[in-house]
C-alpha cells in the first residue's frame, strides 16, 4: 500500500488504483497492446513514478496520458492524489470532483474528496462551544437535569464520578424491569385471570428466559402496574432518571455510530457541560475529537475522563494509540504494558500486547494504523 500520510490518502492493490491485471504487462502496455488504451501506458509510468517518490516524473507521465485520454479516471485520481500529497488540496479537490462528474459512483474519488473537504476545515476550538450563552444555565436552575437537593445555595456542588457509576447500575436494573414487564404483559395476555406472578414463574412459564438479577441484589415486584425493585424503586420513577441522565448521551452515539462525527461532539460537549465529572462522557468525547482529526483536544479529554473514572481501559488503549501517533513512544508502552500484565486473558489485554510489541519492533504509527 502506498499511502499520503499528510492528507490520509492511499492507494494499493485493493482500491481504484490498482495496477491492470496480470494478463496485460509493463511490457504489453510499451510496446502498444491493442488490448489496453495508450493513456494506461503512462498511469503505469506514473504510479511507478509516485512509488518511488519521484512526484515531477509522475506529474509529466500523467500530463502526457491526459493529452491522449483526458477523462482517463485513473490517471486524474492519481494526479488528485499526488497533489494531496504535495498539499495542494484545493487543486486536488477540484481533480476529484472532475472525476465524480465522470464516474459519480468512484468509491476513491469520493473518500478523497471527503478527506480533503474535512482537511480543509479549520481548527475547531472547545472553549468558545463551552462559552455559548445556549448553554449557560439559569440563575434557578440545578446542575443537572436532575432534582438534586442541595441545602447551601451558594456552594457549587458537582456530581461526583461515583455518582455516574451508580447511574450505569440503575440502567441495568432499569432494563431489567423492562423485561420483566414485556414478560408480566405476555403472560397476562395469554392468561388475564392471573393477576398475580412472581418472577420466578415467568421463568418457569418460559416469559423470560432466565432470572434478572439487579446489580445491588434488589427483589424485583410488582405495585400496581409496576415493576418495583426494592433498591431502586419503580421502574417509572427509575426509567424518568435514567433518561434524563442518558438522552444528549444517546444522541450523541447515535450520531456516532452514523460516522456524523460533528453532531456526536455537539452532544458530548453538552453532556460534559452538565455533567463535568462523567468520566465515559468524555471518554467518548475524546474518542469523537481523535476522530475527526483533533489529536491534541482529543488527548485532554480522555485525561479528563480517566481523572474520573482510572478503570476505563478504552479511554487507555486510546491515549496510548495517541501517544503513539505524537511520537512519544515511552508512555504509549507504559499504558500498554501495564494493561497486559493487569488484565490478563481479556481483549484488552491482547491488544494491548500486540500493538506494544509492534512498536517495540519498530514499525511507525502509519503501518500499524493505516489511514482508512
Keep these: 500500500m502506498f499511502c499520503f500520510l499528510?492528507?490520509?490518502?492511499?492507494?494499493?492493490?485493493?482500491?481504484?488504483?490498482?495496477?491492470?491485471?496480470?494478463?496485460?504487462?509493463?511490457?504489453?502496455?510499451?510496446?502498444?497492446?491493442?488490448?489496453?488504451?495508450?493513456?494506461?501506458?503512462?498511469y503505469l509510468i506514473a504510479l511507478s513514478e509516485a512509488r518511488k517518490?519521484?512526484?515531477?516524473?509522475?506529474?509529466?507521465?500523467?500530463?502526457?496520458?491526459?493529452?491522449?485520454?483526458?477523462?482517463?479516471?485513473?490517471?486524474?485520481?492519481?494526479?488528485?492524489?499526488?497533489?494531496?500529497?504535495?498539499?495542494?488540496?484545493?487543486?486536488?479537490r477540484k481533480i476529484f470532483m472532475m472525476v465524480l462528474n465522470l464516474a459519480p459512483n468512484d468509491d476513491y474519488a469520493k473518500t478523497?474528496?471527503?478527506?480533503?473537504?474535512?482537511?480543509?476545515?479549520?481548527?475547531?476550538?472547545?472553549?468558545?462551544?463551552?462559552?455559548?450563552?445556549?448553554?449557560?444555565?439559569?440563575?434557578?436552575?440545578?446542575?443537572s437535569p436532575l432534582n438534586i437537593k442541595n441545602d447551601n445555595k451558594n456552594e457549587n456542588k458537582l456530581l461526583e464520578a461515583e455518582?455516574?457509576?451508580?447511574?450505569?447500575?440503575?440502567?441495568?436494573?432499569?432494563?431489567?424491569?423492562?423485561?420483566?414487564?414485556?414478560?408480566?404483559?405476555?403472560?397476562?395476555?395469554?392468561?388475564?385471570?392471573?393477576?398475580?406472578f412472581s418472577v420466578q414463574e415467568l421463568v418457569e412459564k418460559k416469559y423470560l428466559i432466565s432470572l434478572p438479577i439487579?446489580?445491588?441484589?434488589?427483589?424485583?415486584?410488582?405495585?400496581?402496574n409496576d415493576i418495583?425493585?426494592?433498591?431502586?424503586?419503580?421502574?417509572?420513577?427509575?426509567?424518568?432518571?435514567?433518561?434524563?441522565?442518558?438522552?444528549e448521551f444517546n444522541n450523541g452515539m447515535r450520531s456516532k455510530l452514523s460516522r456524523n462525527y460533528l453532531d456526536a461532539l455537539k452532544s458530548f460537549e453538552q453532556v460534559?457541560?452538565?455533567?463535568?465529572?462523567?468520566?465515559?462522557?468524555?471518554?467518548?468525547?475524546?474518542?469523537?475529537l481523535f476522530r475527526l482529526g483533533e489529536t491534541d483536544t482529543a488527548l485532554d479529554s480522555l485525561r479528563t475522563s480517566l481523572k474520573h473514572e482510572p478503570g476505563n481501559l478504552d479511554a487507555e488503549l486510546l491515549l496510548a494509540n495517541i501517544y503513539f501517533k505524537k511520537g512519544m513512544k515511552a508512555p504509549a508502552l507504559t499504558i500498554l504494558d501495564r494493561i497486559?500484565?493487569?488484565?490478563?486473558?481479556?481483549?484488552?489485554?491482547?491488544?494491548?500486547?500486540?500493538?506494544?510489541k509492534s512498536i517495540r519492533s519498530g514499525r511507525s504509527y502509519y503501518e500499524l494504523f493505516p489511514p482508512q
Excluded at 492528507?7 to 485493493?14: R, V
Excluded at 496485460?24 to 494506461?40: I, M, Y
Excluded at 497486559?340 to 506494544?356: C, D, L, M, N, P
Design 272 to 288: 460534559v457541560i452538565l455533567y463535568p465529572k462523567w468520566g465515559e462522557a468524555h471518554f467518548q468525547m475524546g474518542d469523537t
Design 228 to 247: 418495583i425493585c426494592d433498591k431502586h424503586g419503580t421502574q417509572t420513577e427509575l426509567g424518568a432518571e435514567v433518561a434524563n441522565v442518558y438522552s
Design 112 to 143: 478523497s474528496l471527503s478527506t480533503i473537504e474535512h482537511s480543509m476545515q479549520p481548527v475547531r476550538k472547545i472553549e468558545p462551544v463551552i462559552k455559548r450563552p445556549a448553554l449557560t444555565a439559569a440563575p434557578e436552575a440545578p446542575l
Design 53 to 92: 517518490g519521484n512526484n515531477e516524473g509522475a506529474f509529466k507521465a500523467i500530463k502526457t496520458g491526459l493529452a491522449i485520454n483526458s477523462t482517463n479516471i485513473r490517471l486524474l485520481n492519481l494526479q488528485g492524489a499526488l497533489l494531496a500529497r504535495e498539499g495542494k488540496l484545493i487543486q486536488a
Design 163 to 196: 455518582y455516574f457509576i451508580e447511574v450505569k447500575i440503575k440502567q441495568q436494573c432499569y432494563h431489567n424491569m423492562a423485561m420483566i414487564k414485556r414478560a408480566q404483559d405476555a403472560s397476562l395476555e395469554a392468561n388475564p385471570k392471573e393477576k398475580d
Design 340 to 356: 497486559t500484565e493487569q488484565h490478563k486473558g481479556s481483549v484488552y489485554a491482547y491488544a494491548a500486547r500486540s500493538i506494544a
Design 6 to 42: 499528510s492528507s490520509g490518502i492511499c492507494f494499493g492493490q485493493n482500491d481504484s488504483f490498482s495496477p491492470p491485471t496480470s494478463e496485460t504487462s509493463v511490457r504489453d502496455l510499451l510496446e502498444g497492446h491493442q488490448r489496453t488504451p495508450k493513456a494506461d501506458t503512462y
Design 214 to 224: 439487579c446489580p445491588k441484589s434488589g427483589i424485583y415486584s410488582r405495585k400496581n
